[in-house]
T-cell receptor, first 114, second 111 residues
Framework: DTEVTQTPKHLVMGMTNKKSLKCEQH?????MYWYKQKAKKPPELMFV???????INESVPSRFSPECPNSSLLNLHLHALQPEDSALYLC?????????????FGPGTRLTVT | AQSVSQHNHHVILSEAASLELGCNYS??????LFWYVQYPGQHLQLLLK??????LVKGIKGFEAEFIKSKFSFNLRKPSVQWSDTAEYFC?????????FGKGTRLHILP
């Protein structure tokens, strides 16, 4: 199984809502990532988890809160988002969080903030 | 600033034409290089990767890329494109445990 799954596929939320994005992989990977991708732009790294610990936070606003409950799951909790946060949110995983391993991407959650 | 540059933002070709997409990076030292593809409505998929060894790497679907260290380049090639190759192509560098993507090249193949 070389698949990274993400739920939901689409999410529409108001600026006062709290919602969560979920990512799951069963490849035994110990590194998981969140990316944000705006239309016609490349993915931008948000967070890196290595062995269930946050190792990189690319200065992401606190309204985005990641969580790694176990080695297979990665969540992104959303609260008080702004319309400019509307984007495709991608999850990825790799065997380890080092440069020599490729990342496998999920299909993404398309988020619209109204 | 350290970056990954893709020269062509939008490329239009006819089927059976040859393809070359340029990619340059500005990082010194050891880097790992990738080309990812994003077909319409689908998720990012790895086309090929270079870590070390033979600078000419072959990937899936008939794609190949050549790493030229002296030119800091990692260009993607395919001798004969198909309509199904219509997609967005991203060059990427993995350094300091991060993947940095280029801005992407939108490839449109005319049937």
């Amino acid at each position: 199984d070389t698949e990274v799954t993400q739920t939901p596929k689409h999410l529409v939320m108001g600026m006062t809502n709290k919602k969560s994005l979920k990512c799951e992989q069963h490849m035994g990977h110990r590194a998981m990532y969140w990316y944000k991708q705006k239309a016609k732009k490349p993915p931008e790294l948000m967070f890196v988890y290595s062995y269930e610990k946050l190792s990189i936070n690319e200065s992401v606003p606190s309204r985005f809160s990641p969580e790694c409950p176990n080695s297979s799951l990665l969540n992104l909790h959303l609260h008080a988002l702004q319309p400019e946060d509307s984007a495709l949110y991608l999850c990825a995983s790799s065997l380890e969080a080092v440069t020599s391993y490729e990342q496998y991407f999920g299909p993404g959650t398309r988020l619209t903030v109204t | 600033a350290q970056s990954v540059s893709q020269h062509n933002h939008h490329v239009i070709l006819s089927e059976a034409a040859s393809l070359e997409l340029g990619c340059n990076y500005s990082y010194g030292g050891t880097v790992n290089l990738f080309w990812y593809v994003q077909y319409p409505g689908q998720h990012l998929q790895l086309l090929l990767k270079y870590f070390s060894g033979d600078p000419l790497v072959k990937g899936i679907k008939g794609f190949e890329a050549e790493f030229i260290k002296s030119k800091f380049s990692f260009n993607l090639r395919k001798p004969s494109v198909q309509w199904s190759d219509t997609a967005e192509y991203f060059c990427a560098v993995n350094r300091d445990d991060k993947i940095i993507f280029g801005k992407g090249t939108r490839l449109h193949i005319l049937p």
